[in-house]
């Protein structure tokens, strides 16, 4: 992959992604604040049922938020190793089980490297937010004698690929700079060209195709 033509420092970097995440975060996070003044105010009695199932819910997406971004953004171990493609699938269902669009699952293999899986997660984030009005999100996985291949394909009514995310996944700066939505495909090439792979996007029509393809490890 090409150098981003863009620079940015580590500190542009590390804020936009900060913002990303505290994005992502807000919304469950301000659920469960509200939730608890209702219980706070002895005058909302008739309200409390309500607010204790807002806490229940925004208490569950908080943390499969928290799991999923710690993942996906996150070291998660400083050691190499292998994640079971039942977490990395686990982690998703969860993270996006309000989201319009359906997971479909078509990976055979027991686990994923977990420089792959990182990155297989911001490409999942990616390919949920081009399918904003519902559909299927389709992950599927090839082993190429030793090399990966991952593809996912968002199919629904309205899917387009933005045209910030399109140049940013190829490592180039968006017309409008970057913020913190498009800070994340650029985070995902760097990732991905970091351990020698490459990420493109494509669309055709309705029909939003991501790929991921890592060369074999060398020993």
């Known amino acids: 992959m090409a150098a981003p033509i863009t620079k940015l420092t580590p500190t542009t970097l590390s804020a936009m992604l900060c913002a990303r995440i505290c994005h992502d975060l807000i919304s469950p996070i301000g659920a469960l604040g509200t ?3 209702i219980l706070d105010d002895a005058g909302n009695i008739d309200m409390h049922d309500d607010a204790m199932a807002l806490v229940r819910t925004s208490s569950r997406q908080a943390a499969a938020k928290l799991k999923f971004l710690r993942l996906a953004f996150g070291a998660a171990g400083s050691a190499p ?5 039942s977490e990395v699938t686990t982690l998703s269902n969860n993270m996006f089980a309000d989201s319009k669009p359906d997971l479909v699952w078509n990976i ?3 686990g994923i490297d977990k420089d792959q899986a990182r990155i297989l997660l911001n490409l999942i984030m990616l390919a949920i937010q081009a399918a904003p009005r519902g559909g299927t999100v389709t ?3 090839q082993d190429l ?3 990966d291949k991952f593809t996912l394909v968002s199919a629904g009514p309205k899917a387009r690929l933005d045209a910030a995310v399109a140049k940013a996944i190829a490592g180039k700066a968006p017309e409008d700079g970057f913020d913190g939505r498009s800070i994340q495909p650029l985070y995902a090439s760097l990732l991905a060209r970091d351990i020698g792979g490459t990420l493109e996007a494509s669309a055709y029509e309705t029909v939003i195709t991501f790929e991921a393809n890592f060369p074999a490890k060398t020993t």
Do not use: F
């Open 139 to 141: 992950v599927s996985h």
């Open 35 to 37: 939730a608890i003044e």
């Open 81 to 85: 190793g292998v994640i079971p493609t």
């Open 108 to 110: 055979e293999s027991d």
């Open 145 to 147: 004698g030793g090399g």
